[in-house]
Every structure is written in structure tokens, then in C-alpha cells.
């Protein structure tokens, strides 16, 4: 069937909701990672129910056509991006909290709604769901499930997997299914909710979640700042945290380039050159006391450490950190990286960032959440297309971190940019189940084609 069929039947099913225009299609090419899929859209459908979706993958099915689905294009690593011959599927429209239970302290949600505007719901009701992405206000929940993603919070407060108890699926034939449970405990059958989540879209289309809700944490958070001359030094200071047995709700971690860069683009002054930042938040009833703990352990290891005095001064320190994505992006063209180590190896991880720039004769400012060792080193270059020179470096931080016993990714997802290095870390036996795995539910191939897997 030849591509005009193919619009002529999403047209004729769907209406309005098919969006054929060149501004439309070009739009769905690209998400936050810079990169771009080759050519455009055959068009974009945007749902606005799970009818819409069903109807989507149905006639998709049947022509043989790809299909991509889309939140709001937060992702950074290519997952959502769609190109010649692929139907865009957009679930942002579908934005409803379908139901929120006190009581069991569950919500059931559609996937375009936002973590903030999520929050800001449960908030009335004493309620929040965890996961704490810096691209919160802007970020989906379905994306979010998509990606597995985490966070700020989540060395306490747990990552995307931890917080959602089931999903409705849209198969790539159009079936519907109704996946995990409404209860704390679950365990029939093969937990095929946990295996959806992360799976960048190769498996099914989420229509909804069941989220895993937690009542809001009484008392007064505290925030700490720490400065240390050097990043390897802030690094030291987040494992003996870790070490001492405390438990922060936050622990960020800031090299000078980024902090420089999100200092610059807020309009404060310039932080003491060559500095490095460590923000730690503290809360829960003992949230004054644990501060004090953490204050004790950051001045033994050399640090420069400061209570915020107040929720002021404690907003803008996050907002610092939040920051640092825009921050970057005044330096040039971004390549944001995500590699996590154990926490006990984020000074090692450090010390082959400092190597790899020396190597390639780069500047990589990095940004970690040092609660969980999951860092977020910056490749910074001009133009769009990233220079070979940039793959190199990248391949060898990532390398690096398998080396010190980590991974690829940490939350934001395998997509296309890491895809050619995911064997390195399945190995070849594990590398091909999880293809066969993903045949199963898509025997055609249809969903998100290319993405994780490399062809």
C-alpha cells in the first residue's frame, strides 16, 4: 500500500486527529537529544483516547507501516523520533487523571499528563507519586514509563519501576491489554508490567497507569550546599555519605563547568573558579538532625558547607541544579550523556572523565546524582552533527563505566544514540533473547523500529 493510502485511511478513521502538516511532521523528527530521524512523517496522529490508538496500530498492522510513539519529546536519546514511512503517535492529548484512591493510595493516568501537573493534582489530596526527573514540569508520565526514568529523588524514593503497579498496553495489532494489578502484592504469572517499563515503545503503546502513590512527607525539608576545590573531592565527599549510613531524599553533584554555566544563565554570581557543588536535601521528621549528619561528614571531607537558612535560598539552590540542562545547551550543540557506576565508584568514574577529556582534548562538564551514582557527563560541540572525534570520547566514557561495574544508561533509555554499544553490555546470548522477547509482542516489527536494538 502506497504511503497516500496509508494517511487516506488514518484520515478516514480518525479525522482531525491526523496531522499531515509540514510543521507537524517536522516537529516529530527530532526529541531534547539533538539528533533527528532521517526525513518526515507520513503524518502524526495525536489521541486523544485509547479507541484512537487501538484504530492507529489496527491500520498500521494491516499496511505493513511503522509506527512511533511520542510524549512531549523530552527524551535524550533519540527513542521518539520519527522518520520517513513512520506514523508519528502522539499520546500527549491524552491527559486525564482517570481516578486517584486515597485510600489504596493509587492514581490511574493517562500517559500525556505531566509529572508537575501530576503532582500538583495529588497534592490536594496529601498524595505524590516519586519519581522526580529535572524535566519534571515539562516531562510525561508515559514518557517517563517509557524510558524507565528516575531522577532527583529517587536514591530514597525509588525510580519509575518502583512507583507504577500496572499499565494498559495497545499491542501492535490494536489488542488491548491489561497488565499488573491494583494491590500491593502481585505476583501472577510472568510480571510483564516490569518488562514494559524501559522499553522505549518496541513492545506496546501505554494508554494508562496505575500509579503507586505515597502520602506527602510530613516536616520541613533542609538543603545543604557543599563547595570543594575539585570534583573528584565532591565525589569522595557524596560516597562517604553514602558510607556514614544517611539517607538523603537528595544528593546532587555539580562540576565547575556546569555550575559555572547554570550560574551564567540565572544571572548569579560566579562561583569560585574551578569549584565543584555538592546539594544535599534532607527531609521526613528527622530531616534536621540527618542535615546536621550530613553537614558533620561534608566539612570532614574538605568541604565548604552552608545550611540554606531558608525555603528561599533552598529553592534557588535547586533551581541551580534543575538549571543545568538549558546551561548547557549556551555552551553549543549538547550531547547529554547518562551512565551510572556504584556509588562507591563515582570518584573512579570522575577520574576517567578528567582522562578522557585530557585524551580527546575536551571539556565534559558532568552534573551526577550522586545518591544512586548515576552521573550525566556533557559532549558540547558546534553544528548537528556530532563529530566523530565526540563518538569516540563517548564510547570510551561508556567503556569506562561498564569497566568500574556499571551501565549504559540509568534512566534516560537506550533509543538510537546507544543502541551499537548495547551487546557490550547484554552480551551477544542476552542481546538476541531480548530481540526474540520484543518479536513476541510485535512479530512485525512495526513499533518504534530501529530504536534500542540495532538493525
Sequence with gaps: MTAPDVVARLVAELGDRVDVSDAGR????????????????LAVVHARTVEDVQATMRIASATGTPVVPRGAGTGLAGGANTGAGEIGLSLRSMDRILEVRPDDLIAVVEPGILNGQLNAALA???????????????????????????????????????????????????????????????????DLTSLAIGSEGILGVVVAATLKLRRLVPGQARTIAATFSDVRSAAVAASAVTAAGIQPAIMELMDATSLAASHRLLGLPAPTPGASQLTVQTDGPGATAEAE?????????????????????????????????????????????????????????????????????????????????????????????????IWEAAEDLFQSALRLGGTLTGEHGVGVLKRRWLADELGDDQWELQRRIARVFDPAGILNPGKVFAP
Design 26 to 41: 517536522a516537529a516529530a523528527r527530532a526529541d531534547k537529544s539533538g539528533q533527528a530521524a532521517s526525513g518526515s512523517p
Design 293 to 389: 549528619a550530613v553537614v558533620a561528614v561534608l566539612a570532614a571531607a574538605g568541604g565548604t558547607v552552608r545550611l540554606a537558612a531558608d525555603d528561599a535560598e533552598a529553592q534557588q539552590l535547586w533551581t541551580v541544579r534543575r538549571s543545568m540542562h538549558p546551561a548547557m545547551e549556551t555552551l553549543g550543540t549538547a550531547l547529554i550523556e547518562d551512565v551510572s557506576v556504584p556509588r562507591s565508584a563515582l570518584p573512579a568514574m570522575f577520574d576517567e572523565i578528567a582522562r578522557i577529556e585530557e585524551r580527546f582534548g575536551l571539556t565534559i562538564p558532568t552534573v551526577c546524582h550522586a545518591g544512586d551514582g548515576n552521573l550525566h557527563p556533557n559532549f558540547i560541540f558546534d553544528g548537528d552533527e556530532v563529530p566523530e572525534v
Design 124 to 190: 490536594e489530596h496529601g498524595l505524590w507519586w516519586a519519581p522526580d526527573p529535572a524535566s519534571r514540569d515539562i516531562s510525561t508520565v508515559g514518557g517517563n514509563i517509557a524510558t524507565g526514568a528516575g531522577g532527583l529523588l529517587c536514591a530514597k524514593y525509588g525510580v519509575v519501576r518502583d512507583a507504577v503497579l500496572g499499565l494498559d498496553l495497545v499491542l501492535a495489532d490494536g489488542r488491548l491489554m491489561r497488565l499488573g494489578h491494583r494491590t500491593v502484592k502481585g505476583v501472577t504469572g510472568l
